[in-house]
């Protein structure tokens, strides 16, 4: 039906017919003659149809925003005069010849060229907002991205094998999605978190290098980063150890910015263990854009009378630390207050600070509430270390170590935004040296870091985890990019006496394990390959790279905050014969009293 699309038409083409198909962007009637702007995913054109060809214009007068033409007709130079530089079909129009209406159109329920729509209007409409130019970029961009990965992989010998969506649930990780089986009522299918341990078994099976970009499924509260179903890019290999893993990563990386974006990351990309980023930038996903970091200052602070410093300094489980941001003292005393509020967000109950006008002063140079509860050595002790200037303002927190990490963390990143402190660029990072498991005080035991199938360090043995589960770290590794994890992943357990002993530090029977696991036990036992992989976010990976602000806005049909989609009005009710044919019965609701 047609010989180009719209915004393939240029020069070249000049004195040329072309057919061409697409959508009325804009009709305008100028002295008789219509101009209408007609749009492909390709772009725009300019068609011209005079009053000469009575039947054709009387046509063209009939038709309205977003109608589907089809038109044949003669490329031309635009008079001189009516060039128009901001499209990339500006030099040229096209004269229409024959013109057909393929398909009439309602008044669209918004502007495509209105930015003030609501995203819950742009997703109740979602295919009228994906004829956006700027969302089709997004989504081409985004098939850019996927095919220049699998051309990578397949280039270094990886197969892409598919694993299955119906599989069964787990007692780890986020909450499952569960699918009732008609053919066995009262058990549940569950859909995968991540294709985990099929790529494990595929390396048992001798496959050696898979990919998968792959649908993952996870019933968790959302983030703007975050959905109930995703997409990845899973990869597992045998036989090579995680610095290989992640050097031949890195060079796939390298290459789909290069490819898609024409930018250099960095070879090879910078590593920084977990202990380090936690105390340097509050975070295991520093953005290192950011020229701000926390200063520990326990030492100085543990042994002074304000107790709210002295507490946490003296509590292993306490920390007190530092953010120096530099001319910040001109901030204002609502300025503070709104970034302490901003803080308690995290849990921290304040957020002291001490402006600093002129250091060499000493405590006369300084104005803070809590000047007067700390003695001048100290003052001048954190002075020295934060590097503070005239001019700075310098933040405090004190709390438990997580709070204060999370609370200055994300303050840390609030104020870089905030106060135009972020470097352009992209700064990738890779982050090792994880512990292997944390506390978790509410069901008072230990939870895997990552997920419970993580080698731990190749120093301890089956025998000693258990009673070293504090300090145990993991064979892990997370890559970073601009302060969002774009990819995670491990060195894997392959022998079956380790992944017992693991399952026992997190508090999972030999039954359970054998009733959850005991397929993945039982392969263990036949030649398991040393095997380790690791899984990028391909939604993150295409909204960093395509500059959106949430993943929703690289995703053709995401669901909302609340995971519901609005276009279809999922998820829904279903009659009771489905349900009588599942074995289930709704419980009735009870009345709002």
């Known amino acids: 039906m047609r010989s180009h699309y719209c915004g393939d038409v240029n020069e070249s083409l000049v004195d040329q017919e072309v057919q061409l198909c697409g959508w009325v962007h804009r009709r305008r009637d100028h002295g008789g003659v219509i101009f209408v702007d007609l749009r492909d995913r390709e772009g725009l054109v300019q068609v011209v149809f005079d009053p000469d060809r009575h039947e054709m214009f009387a046509a063209a007068e009939r038709i309205r925003s977003e109608y589907v033409l089809r038109v044949v007709g003669k490329v031309r130079l635009r008079p001189e005069g009516t060039v128009n530089s901001d499209m990339a079909t500006g030099q040229i129009e096209v004269l229409g010849l024959e013109l057909e209406v393929l398909s009439q159109a309602e008044t669209p329920p918004f502007q495509l060229d209105d930015d003030r729509v609501s995203e819950e209007h742009r997703l109740r409409y979602r295919y009228m907002d994906l004829r956006r130019p700027e969302m089709f970029q997004r989504l081409k961009i985004r098939s850019n991205i996927t095919r220049v990965l699998r051309d990578f992989l397949d280039n270094q010998g990886f197969l892409d094998v598919e694993t299955p969506i119906l599989t069964k649930a787990t007692p780890e990780g986020a909450r499952d999605y569960l699918v009732p089986s008609r053919t066995h009522q009262g058990s549940f299918f569950a859909l995968p978190q991540s294709p985990q341990l099929f790529k494990q078994l595929l390396m048992v099976a001798g496959v050696d290098r898979y990919y998968q970009i792959v649908r993952c499924f996870r019933d968790e509260d959302l983030r703007a980063d975050r959905q109930p179903e995703f997409t990845q890019l899973d990869i ?5 150890d995680e610095d290989q893993i992640m050097a031949l990563t890195e060079e796939m990386l390298r290459e789909v910015f290069a490819k898609v974006l024409e930018v250099a990351l960095p070879n090879p990309f910078p590593r920084m263990p977990y202990a380090e980023a936690i105390s340097r930038f509050g975070s295991d996903k520093p953005d290192l854009r950011i020229p701000l970091e926390l200063i520990d200052i326990d030492d100085v602070l543990k042994d002074v009378e304000f107790k709210v410093f002295s507490g946490p300094a003296s509590d292993p489980k306490g920390r007190v630390a ?3 941001l530099p001319k910040g003292a001109e901030l204002s005393r609502k300025e503070i207050d709104d970034y302490t509020k901003y803080v308690g967000i995290y849990g921290a109950r304040g957020l002291a600070y001490i402006k600093c006008n002129d250091v060499a002063a000493g405590r006369e140079g300084l104005q803070s509430p809590i000047l007067k509860f700390l003695p001048d050595e100290a003052i001048a002790t954190i002075m020295q270390r934060t590097g503070a200037e005239d001019g700075d303002l310098v933040f405090f927190g004190a709390d438990k170590a997580n709070i204060v990490n999370e609370s200055l963390g994300a303050l840390r990143v609030k104020l870089g935004h905030d106060r135009g402190l972020v470097k352009r660029g992209w700064k990738p990072l890779w982050v090792v040296d994880f512990p292997m498991f944390e506390w978790d005080e509410k069901d008072d035991r230990y939870t895997a870091l990552h997920h419970p199938f993580t080698a731990p360090s190749s120093d301890i043995s089956p025998e000693t985890l258990q009673e070293n589960a504090a300090t145990a770290l993991s064979r892990a590794y997370d890559c970073v990019l601009n302060g969002t994890e774009v990819g995670g992943g491990s060195i ?4 079956e006496a380790m992944q017992t002993a ?22 263990l036992k036949h030649g398991c390959p040393p095997h380790g992989g690791l899984a990028f976010g391909l939604d993150r990976l295409v909204m960093l790279m395509t500059g959106a602000s949430s993943i929703r806005e690289v995703m053709a049909f995401p669901k909302t905050q609340s995971a519901s989609c609005l276009l279809t009005n999922a998820p829904s009710q279903v009659d009771d014969k489905q349900l009588r044919e599942l074995g289930i019965r709704q419980r009735a609701q009870q009345a709002s009293k």
């Open 236 to 240: 597992e290999t045998s036989f090579m």
């Open 322 to 324: 530092a953010l120096r």
């Open 492 to 495: 894997r357990i392959y022998r």
């Open 502 to 523: 693991v399952f026992r530090t997190l508090g999972i029977s030999d039954e359970e394990a054998q009733d959850k696991f005991g397929f993945l036990l039982d392969a």
